[in-house]
C-alpha cells in the first residue's frame, strides 16, 4: 500500500512507521491519521510483523500536534468528528496484542503527545519536548490526552501539563514517568529496535496475552481483571509455547517459540 504522509518499513519482524511531513514538523492532519487507521488495520493483519516501532521523519520532530491550519477553520460537529476519528485510530495502535514502541525523536506535542501515549512504550531522544499545548490555542486536547496522561503521570503532574501547556525536556518525562528511557539521539532507533527484540524472543501467545491483560484490565475492577489474568494463565498452559518454554529452562537452553 501507497501512503503519502507515512513511510512504512518492514525488517526483521519489526514494522517501522515514519510519520512523514518534516516541513510541518509532521503534524497530523486527516490524511496522516487517516493514513495511520490504514497502516495499523495492516500490521494487524500481517503475521509477518511481531511488534512495531512508531517514529517521525527529520531531526526535529516526532509529531507537533494536529495540524493546526485544519483546525482553524472547523465546525463545533466537525471537530467533534475529528476528535472521534482520531480517538479510534489511536485506540487501535493501543489495542495491538504486538508490542508497539514510539521512538520520540523531537517535538511531541499535543496529538503527537497522544499518539506517544497511545504506544505500549515511550523511548525518548535526549533532544526530545514533550507538552500538551492545546490550552494555548484555546481548545482542549481531543486524542485522549485527558485521559492518557493522568493515567500515566498521575492526576497532578497531568494537570499541571495540561492546564499551562507548557513544555518539559525527555529527562522531565522521564521524571515524572511519562517516557520509559532517554538516550542520545543517534541511538534512538537502535535502542528502540533492541528493545523491542527481546520482546520478540519471547512466547507471541505470552506477550499477546500479556498487553490484553493489561490493557482490559486497567479498566475493570481488581476482581475481573485478576480473573482476565487467571484465565489467561491456564490457557496458555495449553500451549506448545509453554511447554517448550519450561522444557528449554529445563534443559538450560534458549526457547524456540513458534507461536502456538
Ligand atoms: N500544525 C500545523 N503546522 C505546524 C504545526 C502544527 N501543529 N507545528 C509546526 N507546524 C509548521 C509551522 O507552521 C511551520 O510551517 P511553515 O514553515 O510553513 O511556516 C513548520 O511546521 C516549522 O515550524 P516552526 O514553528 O517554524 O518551527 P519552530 O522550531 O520555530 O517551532 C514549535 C517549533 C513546535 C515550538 C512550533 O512549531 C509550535 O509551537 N507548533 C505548534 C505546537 C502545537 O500547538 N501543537 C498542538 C496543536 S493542537
Not at 1 to 9: D, G, H
Not at 74 to 89: F, I, N
Not at 121 to 133: E, V
Not at 140 to 158: D, H, I, M, N, Q
Amino acid at each position: 500500500m501507497a501512503y503519502t504522509t507515512l513511510q512504512l518499513t518492514t525488517q526483521d519482524a519489526i514494522a517501522t512507521v515514519t510519520v512523514n511531513r518534516p516541513d510541518k514538523l509532521n503534524a497530523l492532519n486527516t490524511t496522516v491519521i487517516e493514513e495511520l487507521g490504514q497502516a495499523i488495520a495492516a500490521l494487524e493483519r500481517d503475521s509477518a510483523v511481531r511488534g512495531v516501532i512508531l517514529t517521525g521523519a527529520g531531526p526535529k520532530a516526532f509529531v507537533a500536534g494536529a495540524d493546526i491550519s485544519e483546525l482553524a477553520s472547523q465546525s463545533p460537529l466537525e471537530g467533534k468528528a475529528r476528535s472521534l476519528a482520531g480517538q479510534a485510530v489511536f485506540r487501535r495502535f493501543e489495542a495491538l496484542r504486538k508490542p508497539v514502541i514510539a521512538a520520540v525523536n523531537g517535538f511531541c506535542l499535543g496529538g503527537g503527545c497522544e499518539l506517544a501515549m497511545a504506544c505500549h512504550l515511550r523511548i525518548a531522544s535526549d533532544t526530545a519536548r514533550f507538552g500538551q499545548p492545546e490550552v494555548k490555542l484555546g481548545i482542549g486536547p481531543g486524542y485522549g490526552g485527558t485521559v492518557r496522561l493522568p493515567r500515566l503521570v498521575g492526576r497532578g503532574r497531568a494537570l499541571e501539563l495540561l492546564l499551562t501547556g507548557g513544555m518539559i525536556d525527555a529527562a522531565e518525562a522521564w521524571r515524572i514517568g511519562l517516557v520509559n528511557r532517554v538516550v542520545p539521539a543517534e541511538r534512538l532507533l537502535p535502542e528502540a529496535t533492541a528493545l523491542l527484540g527481546q520482546m520478540l524472543a519471547m512466547g507471541p501467545l505470552a506477550v499477546a496475552a500479556v498487553l490484553e491483560a493489561v490493557d482490559a484490565g486497567f479498566e475493570m475492577p481488581q476482581a475481573e481483571a485478576l480473573l482476565l489474568e487467571a484465565n489467561h494463565f491456564g490457557l496458555l498452559s495449553a500451549t506448545a509455547d509453554m511447554r517448550e518454554g519450561m522444557a528449554a529452562f529445563l534443559a538450560k537452553r534458549t526457547p524456540r517459540f513458534e507461536g502456538r
